[in-house]
């Protein structure tokens, strides 16, 4: 698009400076700074620079970013003028409704550049690196494709909304729609034009609360600029994804303690038998939702979404020409024979050595092929989820068995070489918490020692929900013996976080009472219709012994 000075007319461009003749033959440079943003005064000093090196034009757009910043134009260009020394080009104060934002983008943050050639031709807009830095935008939905067990596309495994089609009454699902058919769609286009503008995304939420209370999120801002010099205004990103995390289905041979039926379709089945023999129990669980059972109302239901052989065939080519870093999870996907197709498509296609892949898996299943295309990747990475030593693991994710979970992590150990990672990767919760520093000396003897490049560890799979596996509920007085005995143990801050929030109380007492009859309830039944070896109560006496009191 051409900058045309008729059309674009920024008000009175004072003193007449920015005229065509003036603009013409040199590159030009505006910059929509935050009025009296505080960081102006040592940054301006670049554009200074710039300015008097004769090489651009730099054009000063002072832009009041809230509607809420006092002062007039006449006090803006005394700022600029005066308090600044600002020797350049310098518009009147425009609202963001403005022709100029509209065609060439809304200002991103505090000093948003937009770059014209000799022959006033856009060519991009970049928010300057290292300060106002963006706190809404994100790189995923310029790099990263995310594909939910049910087959629905989102922006990430964060959010939880579903991404629509055009027409606003269908979601897209990778069952039925490719990947090139949502990667510009109207809502994409819209989110990414939002974040560039610094407006905040209703599917981002969760990031700006976890931020808010000072926890990190997912969000990156990384290549921001490379993003957004590859957008165009209306939002079309021309380029692919790089990155993925596909989630292939719910098929799972485990009902683990906090999963639910959307990732294991064995669970949904079991809460159905149990109903049978119990509705009340049953009619209980859908009423308390997230709180004991994050239930979803497709109990029992198989999600296979990827065995439609079009869009299987058009994922696959996706993933070997365009995905660099991959994430599987499933279900389980060492269950699914998708999944290796995946790895013999990619082989085909001599595409192997270009990807990093990294494989959520719960250790029951190996496939001997795997020896083959694993040492063919760039890198691999098993996050390994195991859960406790021996029986409590294979209580929390029943009915896996320990020697099987032991000897699949020899298998990955054996094939390691020089590009295999293996991560612990424990969901810690109510269940385990009692034994973290235990699963840590158990995990780092069975590394050689200590953790290191290729043996690692990682907190990403800490429980939240459902509440009652969170380890938030329990007393008062469990939880400080909990916090004391692993506080002998120094491992990280986030461990040393962890046993900070034992020693918190977070419910009212009301809140205590009823979370913790839930967890009862609810893992009474279970252990009966499961006929387990050994119940919660005999796993944790202590734990069971407080409940008690505390319930009394
Ligand atoms: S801001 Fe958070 S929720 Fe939004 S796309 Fe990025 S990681 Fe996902």
Request: glycine content about 6%; overall charge negative; hydrophobic content about 30%.
């Given at each position: 698009m051409?900058?045309?000075?008729?059309?674009?007319?920024?008000?009175?461009?004072?003193?007449?400076?920015?005229?065509?003749?003036?603009?013409?033959?040199?590159?030009?440079?505006?910059?929509?700074?935050?009025?009296?943003?505080?960081?102006?005064?040592?940054?301006?000093?670049?554009?200074?620079?710039?300015?008097?090196?004769?090489?651009?034009?730099?054009?000063?757009?002072?832009?009041?970013?809230?509607?809420?910043?006092?002062?007039?134009?006449?006090?803006?260009?005394?700022?600029y003028e005066t308090q600044l020394s600002v020797e350049f080009y310098l518009t009147e104060k425009i609202p963001r409704g403005h022709s100029f934002f509209k065609d060439f983008g809304k200002p991103m943050e505090n000093f948003t550049e937009y770059h014209f050639d000799e022959n006033t031709k856009f060519i991009k807009r970049v928010c300057e690196t290292g300060f106002g830095k963006s706190k809404v935008f994100c790189d995923k939905p310029f790099a990263h494709n995310?594909?939910?067990?049910?087959?629905?596309?989102?922006?990430?495994?964060?959010?939880?909304?579903?991404?629509?089609?055009?027409?606003n009454y269908n979601l897209f699902n990778a069952g039925t729609h490719s990947i090139d058919d949502y990667w510009n769609s109207d809502r994409m286009k819209e989110v990414r034009r939002k974040m560039i503008a610094g407006e905040k995304i209703k599917d981002c939420e969760r990031c700006y609360q976890q931020e808010s209370q000072g926890v990190q999120s997912l969000r990156t801002t990384q290549n921001m600029e490379e993003y957004i010099r590859d957008t165009l205004p209306d939002g079309t990103y021309l380029k692919s994804a790089t990155e993925m995390q596909i989630q292939m289905g719910?098929?799972?041979?485990?009902?683990?303690?906090?999963?639910?039926?959307?990732?294991?379709?064995?669970?949904?089945?079991?809460?159905?038998?149990?109903?049978?023999?119990?509705?009340?129990?049953?009619?209980?669980?859908?009423?308390?939702?997230?709180?004991?059972?994050?239930?979803?109302?497709?109990?029992?239901?198989?999600?296979?979404?990827?065995?439609?052989?079009?869009?299987?065939?058009?994922?696959?080519?996706?993933?070997?020409?365009?995905?660099?870093?991959?994430?599987?999870?499933?279900?389980?996907?060492?269950?699914?024979?998708?999944?290796?197709?995946?790895?013999?498509?990619?082989?085909?296609?001599?595409?192997?050595?270009?990807?990093?892949?990294?494989?959520?898996?719960?250790?029951?299943?190996?496939?001997?092929?795997?020896?083959?295309?694993?040492?063919?990747?760039?890198?691999?990475?098993?996050?390994?989820?195991?859960?406790?030593?021996?029986?409590?693991?294979?209580?929390?994710?029943?009915?896996?068995?320990?020697?099987?979970?032991?000897?699949?992590?020899?298998?990955?150990?054996?094939?390691?070489?020089?590009?295999?990672?293996i991560v612990l990767s424990p969901a810690v919760q109510l269940l385990n918490i009692d034994q973290l520093d235990d699963i840590i000396k158990w995990w780092k003897d069975w590394c050689g020692g200590e953790l290191n490049e290729q043996f690692g560890w990682t907190w990403l799979a800490t429980v939240w929900y459902p509440l009652i596996c969170n380890p938030s509920i329990a007393p008062r007085e469990w939880r400080l013996k909990v916090a004391d005995k692993l506080s002998k143990y120094q491992f990280d801050e986030y461990y040393e976080n962890i046993i900070k929030s034992l020693r918190e109380d977070k419910h009212t007492e009301e809140q205590y009472r009823e979370l913790q009859k839930s967890f009862i309830k609810y893992n009474d039944r279970q252990d009966q219709f499961r006929d387990v070896p050994h119940t919660w109560r005999q796993l944790l006496p202590e734990l069971d012994q407080s409940l008690t009191n505390s319930l009394k």
């Open positions: 051409q900058y045309d000075s008729k059309i674009y007319q920024l008000n009175s461009l004072r003193l007449g400076l920015i005229h065509e003749d003036n603009i013409q033959n040199k590159p030009s440079i505006f910059v929509a700074v935050g009025s009296q943003a505080v960081e102006t005064k040592s940054r301006i000093k670049k554009y200074i620079d710039l300015h008097q090196a004769g090489t651009h034009n730099v054009i000063i757009i002072p832009h009041d970013f809230d509607g809420t910043e006092p002062g007039d134009n006449h006090e803006i260009y005394t700022y995310y594909i939910h067990p049910d087959g629905r596309i989102r922006l990430c495994c964060t959010t939880k909304q579903n991404l629509p089609t055009n027409n719910n098929i799972c041979n485990l009902k683990c303690k906090m999963c639910s039926q959307m990732y294991s379709h064995m669970h949904g089945l079991e809460t159905l038998a149990i109903g049978e023999q119990d509705p009340e129990w049953f009619h209980w669980v859908k009423e308390q939702g997230a709180n004991v059972n994050n239930w979803t109302n497709d109990l029992g239901r198989k999600e296979e979404w990827y065995k439609n052989p079009d869009t299987k065939q058009k994922m696959f080519d996706h993933i070997s020409k365009n995905i660099e870093s991959l994430v599987v999870i499933g279900g389980e996907p060492t269950l699914i024979p998708e999944f290796y197709e995946m790895f013999e498509h990619c082989e085909k296609n001599g595409t192997l050595g270009d990807k990093s892949i990294t494989l959520v898996t719960n250790l029951t299943n190996t496939n001997p092929k795997m020896t083959e295309w694993l040492p063919k990747l760039q890198a691999w990475t098993i996050w390994a989820s195991v859960d406790g030593i021996k029986e409590r693991t294979e209580y929390i994710r029943y009915p896996s068995r320990w020697d099987k979970v032991l000897e699949s992590l020899d298998f990955y150990k054996k094939n390691i070489g020089n590009n295999g990672k």
